[in-house]
Nanobody, 128 residues
Framework: QVQLVESGGGLVQAGGSLTLSCAAS????????MGWFRQAPGKEREFVAA????????YYADSVKGRFTLLRDNAKNTVFLQMNSLKPEDTAVYYC?????????????????????WGQGTQVTVSS
């Protein structure tokens, strides 16, 4: 099993930046593709970004493309979501997730049910 712990959320002004981290337990971190999803109040959880096992392939939602960057450090069992040019509509709880199958397509990355493990989430609030 994999346990995921997110950190780095907080309150930031529009146009600002935050970096979220997701630390994973276990020795097989590199066996998992990783994703980030977010959920705003009253809305469904939505895909944000994903990264393949090796880190060589990344996938982004159109709403964050060009502003967010997803990286992973397999030696540290951690993924990082760098978020720049934040907008009030980015306000949500952000969840890290692990997929035991590798991700090779955006359509696969977006499927919530593909992910086997989830973190508890971290709140990101962007003020206007």
């Amino acid at each position: 099993q994999v346990q995921l712990v997110e950190s780095g959320g907080g309150l930031v002004q529009a146009g600002g930046s935050l970096t979220l981290s997701c630390a994973a337990s276990g020795r097989t971190f590199s066996s998992y593709a990783m994703g980030w999803f977010r959920q705003a109040p009253g809305k469904e959880r939505e895909f944000v970004a994903a990264i393949s096992r090796s880190g060589g392939d990344t996938y982004y939602a159109d709403s964050v493309k060009g502003r967010f960057t997803l990286l992973r450090d397999n030696a540290k069992n951690t993924v990082f979501l760098q978020m720049n040019s934040l907008k009030p509509e980015d306000t949500a709880v952000y969840y890290c997730a692990a997929d035991s199958s590798d991700i090779r397509r955006l359509t696969t990355a977006r499927r919530i049910y593909n992910y086997d493990y989830w973190g508890q989430g971290t709140q990101v609030t962007v003020s206007s």
